[in-house]
C-alpha cells in the first residue's frame, strides 16, 4: 500500500489532483496502521484523510458520527463519487439496517457510518468481528471531553474499540483545538502512541472586513447587489430583528428568510432545508442556526451585530466556505451593541463568570477596532503563531496610517469635559459637529464652546476617533451610566499639559473599490459569470430531480472551474478539480451539452473568442468526411453531444448540412411545435408536445435551424 495508490484513489474517485498539506503525511501513518489524531479546522479536509486510507486498504471503514444528518450527506457524497458507502442508525427500519449488514458480509461495502449507539449496542461488536475492518474513524472526537461544550457520554465508551479491536488502527478527527481536549482524547481513547496531526486553524479563503455599524442597512444592500445569487447568512442579536431583516430584504427583492429557536422544530427543519437546497439565498438568523448543518458553499457570513466573543465570532464566519471557495466575512461594529452585550452579560448573577465574559467581549471589541492584521489577532488569541500579515482582510488590504491627532483629541475631550462627563459618544459628535437637535437646544449645549468645532469631519470619522481614544485609555466608557464618556488620568494630560496622541487615520470605506474586491479572483470573466449562473441553475434542478443537496452534484470550486475551463470532451472534464470518475458518468454529458447550448446562445463576438472550443474538432473530423456515429465513438463523446456540437456550428454560421439528419417534413413537424409551445431553446416541451416521437437530437437540430432563420429576419 503505497503513497501512489492514496493519490490514485485520491484521483479517481474524489478528482482531486493533490493532496492538501498534512493530508498526505496522516494517510501514511494510517496507511502504517498506527493510531492518529487529527486537528484541523472546518472545511481543512477532514474527510478525505480517513475515506481514502480506508478505500486503499482491502475491507471495511467503520466511521463512528454522532449526527445523524451529517451522516447521511457524507454517505450520500461518497456514493456520488461510486463510493459503496452506507450508514447504521436509529432513524432507520429494520429492514434497512438489515440490507446494510447483508452488504458488510458480502464484502461489498466500503465505507459504513454509525452513530455511537449504534456502535455500542448488543451484538455489534461480535458483528464486526465477523467483517474485515481495516479502520476505525472516530468523527468530531471532541464529543469525548466533558470539558466541552459537545459532550457525549457514549463516547467515553469508545475505549472498548482499542480494547476489543486492539491490531486494527483508529483515526480521531476534530475541529477543536485545544489542549485539554486532544489529552482526553488520546486517554479516553485508549490510543497506542498516537501521532497528533495539527494543522493551523486559519481559514485563508475567508475575506475578514469590519465595518461601522452606523448605516449597516445601507451597507448590506450594497453588498448584497455585488453578490447575485450567492448564498449567505446574516447572524443578528434577536429573534425578531432576523425577521424583520428578512422583511425588509424581501421587499427589496431579495429571497430571504430567518432562523431562530422560537419557529417550530418542523419549520426549522423547512427553511433549513430550503437554504439547504440554494432555494432560498440569505438567512437571517440567530446563533441557533448553523449547529449540525452542512452546506458547504455559504459565501458569506455577516455579523449584523457584534458577537460575544472571539470564540462565538470564529465558529459563526467558519460556515462560510467550507468547500475550500473564496469566502467573506463581514462584522458590523458599534457601541450600542457592545452596550446591549453588557446588559445582557450583566444581568447573570455569577460574578466571576460575568468578569470572564466581559473580558472576552473586551477582546472582541479590539478586534473590531484592531488597526492592524484581522486575520493575525484572531490567530494570537487562539494562542496561534501567525508571523506575517494575511493580505487577505480589510487592514491588510487599507493599511492604516497614523497622525499627530492631538488637536482632534483635544476637541473630544473637551466636548466630555465642558459636559460634566454625562453624555455619550454619539452626542459628542452631534456637539462636535454643531447638530441642533432637540437635546443639544434644551441641554443648551449650543452655547458650548466647542459646539461645531468639528463640522469640517464626518460623524463616522468622529466615532472612530473616540473609539481610538477608549482603546488608547484615554477615555472610559461608564456601561452603567447608558455608555457615559468619562475622562480619565490620561486624558487629564492631553487636556492641559499638551501631550500628543497618535492616531489613526480614518478610511471610509469606498464603494467602488468595494466593488472591484468583490468581482476580483471570482470571475472576472463576464462569459464565465453568465456561465456560471446557468450551471448553477443546472446544478440545482439536478439536485432536486434526485433529492439531493447541489453541493453534492458539484461544489462551488468545481462548478467555478468548470465555468471558466469550458470543457466540451470527456478528457477536459475529467480534468477539472473535484470531478471523479463517478460524477462525469453522471453529470458529465448532462453538463458539456448546457456548455455548448449556452455557447451557442452567445453573441459573434464573444464565439470568436472561443476558438479551439471542441465543437470546432467536431467540424474538422466532418469535412474529413465523417459520420456524426464515427466522431462520437473517435472522441469518447455521446451521440447527442456530436449533435449538439452540429447545431452549434450551425447557428454559428459554419457550412454544415442539417438535411442528412433532419429531414424537410420533420422540420415541419418541430417548427410547428415551436411555434405552438413557444419554447425556443426547451427541449422537453418540444419533445412531449410531439408526444416523444421526434429524437432529441432532432429537435436540438431543428431548434439551431428555427433560432437561425428567426435571428437573420
Ligand atoms: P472537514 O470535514 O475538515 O470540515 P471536508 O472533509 O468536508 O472538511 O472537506 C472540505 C472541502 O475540501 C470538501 O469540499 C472537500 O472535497 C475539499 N477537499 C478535501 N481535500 C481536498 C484536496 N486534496 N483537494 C481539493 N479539495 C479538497
Ligand atoms: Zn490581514
Redesign the pocket.
Known amino acids: 500500500m503505497s503513497v501512489r495508490e492514496a493519490q490514485e484513489v485520491?484521483k479517481l474517485y474524489?478528482g482531486?489532483?493533490?493532496?492538501?498539506p498534512g493530508?498526505e503525511e496522516i494517510i501514511s501513518n494510517v496507511l502504517a496502521k498506527k493510531d492518529t489524531i487529527v486537528l484541523?479546522?472546518?472545511?481543512?479536509?477532514?474527510?478525505?484523510?480517513y475515506q481514502v486510507p480506508g478505500l486503499v486498504m482491502p475491507g471495511l471503514c467503520v466511521v463512528v458520527s454522532p449526527l445523524i444528518a451529517l451522516m447521511k450527506d457524507q454517505v450520500e457524497a461518497l456514493l456520488g463519487n461510486g463510493v459503496n458507502a452506507g450508514y447504521l442508525n436509529s432513524s432507520q427500519s429494520s429492514k434497512e439496517q438489515q440490507l446494510i449488514e447483508q452488504q458488510c458480509f458480502d464484502g461489498r461495502l466500503k465505507m459504513l457510518y454509525v452513530s455511537p449507539e449504534k456502535l455500542l449496542s448488543a451484538g455489534f461488536f461480535s458483528f464486526l468481528k465477523r467483517l474485515q475492518v481495516n479502520l476505525f474513524a472516530i468523527?468530531e472526537a471532541h464529543c469525548i471531553s466533558a470539558w466541552g461544550h459537545d459532550f457525549r457520554p457514549e463516547y467515553l465508551q469508545l475505549k472498548n474499540l482499542k480494547l476489543q479491536f486492539p491490531e486494527i488502527p483508529v483515526i480521531a478527527?476534530t475541529?477543536t483545538a485545544d489542549k485539554l481536549t486532544q489529552r482526553d482524547i488520546q486517554t479516553q481513547l485508549y490510543l497506542e502512541n498516537p501521532r497528533v496531526f495539527s494543522s493551523s486553524f486559519d481559514r485563508p479563503n475567508i475575506y475578514l472586513q469590519v465595518q461601522p455599524g452606523q448605516k449597516r442597512m445601507e451597507a448590506i444592500l450594497d453588498f448584497l447587489e455585488d453578490r447575485p445569487f450567492q448564498p449567505g447568512i446574516i447572524y443578528c442579536l434577536s429573534r425578531k430583528a432576523t425577521e424583520s431583516l428578512a422583511q425588509k430584504l424581501k421587499e427589496k427583492g431579495y429571497n430571504a428568510d430567518y432562523y431562530h429557536a422560537g419557529l417550530s422544530a418542523k419549520d426549522r427543519d423547512k427553511v433549513q432545508e430550503r437554504f439547504l437546497q440554494d432555494n432560498v439565498q440569505i438567512m437571517c438568523a440567530t446563533i441557533a442556526f448553523g449547529m449540525g448543518i452542512?452546506k458547504?458553499n455559504v459565501r458569506w457570513v455577516i455579523h449584523y451585530n457584534l458577537p460575544k466573543n472571539l470564540e462565538s465570532y470564529y465558529q459563526e464566519i467558519g460556515r462560510a466556505g467550507?468547500?475550500?471557495a473564496a469566502a467573506e466575512a463581514l462584522l458590523f461594529h458599534s457601541l450600542a451593541d457592545v452596550m446591549t452585550l453588557r446588559d445582557i452579560i450583566t444581568q447573570g448573577d455569577n460574578s466571576k463568570e460575568q468578569a470572564l465574559s466581559l473580558a472576552k467581549l473586551d477582546r472582541m471589541q479590539q478586534y473590531a477596532e484592531s488597526t492592524s492584521c484581522r486575520r493575525k489577532t484572531l490567530m494570537h488569541y487562539f494562542g496561534e503563531e501567525f508571523p506575517r500579515d494575511c493580505g487577505h482582510c480589510d487592514i491588510c488590504d487599507h493599511p492604516p496610517t497614523s497622525f499627530n491627532g492631538t488637536e482632534l483629541a483635544q476637541k473630544i475631550l473637551s466636548a466630555v469635559a465642558r459636559t460634566k462627563e454625562t453624555i455619550a459618544s454619539a452626542q459628542v459628535v452631534d456637539i462636535l459637529r454643531g447638530s441642533r437637535n432637540q437635546m443639544s437646544l434644551a441641554k443648551g449645549y449650543d452655547k458650548l464652546k466647542t459646539f461645531g468645532v468639528g463640522r469640517d469631519l464626518p460623524p463616522l470619522e468622529w466615532q472612530r476617533y473616540i473609539h481610538q481614544l477608549i482603546n488608547q485609555g484615554l477615555l472610559e466608557v461608564a456601561y452603567d451610566e447608558h455608555g457615559a464618556l468619562k475622562l480619565t488620568k490620561g486624558s487629564q494630560d492631553i487636556l492641559f499639559n499638551g501631550k500628543k496622541v497618535e492616531l489613526v487615520k480614518f478610511q471610509a470605506v469606498n464603494p467602488k473599490e468595494e466593488k472591484e474586491r468583490a468581482a476580483k479572483g471570482k470571475n472576472r470573466n463576464p462569459l464565465a459569470t453568465a456561465l456560471f449562473e446557468h450551471l448553477r441553475q443546472l446544478r440545482k434542478d439536478l439536485a432536486q430531480e434526485r433529492g439531493i443537496a447541489p453541493?453534492l452534484v458539484f461544489?462551488d470550486?468545481t462548478l467555478q472551474e468548470i465555468a471558466e475551463e469550458r470543457p466540451t470532451s470527456k478528457p477536459a472534464f475529467l480534468s477539472i478539480?473535484?470531478v471523479a470518475q463517478a460524477k462525469y458518468e453522471q453529470y458529465g454529458e448532462i453538463f458539456i451539452n448546457a456548455i455548448l447550448t449556452f455557447l451557442s446562445q452567445q453573441s459573434k463576438a464573444e464565439q470568436v473568442k472561443l476558438k479551439g472550443a471542441t465543437h470546432l474538432l467536431t467540424y474538422e473530423a466532418l469535412k474529413q468526411g465523417k459520420s456524426p456515429e464515427e466522431i462520437s465513438v473517435e472522441r469518447q463523446l455521446q451521440l447527442v453531444t456530436i449533435f449538439s456540437h452540429i447545431a452549434t456550428l450551425f447557428q454559428q454560421g459554419y457550412d454544415v448540412d442539417l438535411k442528412p439528419f433532419l429531414s424537410e417534413s420533420e422540420y415541419t413537424r418541430v417548427h410547428q411545435a415551436i411555434v405552438e409551445t413557444g419554447c425556443t431553446s426547451a427541449m422537453k416541451p418540444i419533445f412531449e408536445h410531439l408526444d416523444c416521437q421526434i429524437d432529441y437530437f432532432k429537435i436540438r437540430l431543428a431548434l439551431a435551424r428555427f433560432n437561425k432563420e428567426t435571428a437573420t429576419v
Do not use: E, H, V, W
Open positions: 485520491l474524489f482531486y489532483d493533490k493532496f492538501r493530508q484541523m479546522p472546518t472545511g481543512g479536509g477532514k474527510s478525505i484523510c468523527d478527527l475541529a452542512d458547504s467550507r468547500d475550500g453541493y461544489n470550486n478539480s473535484g
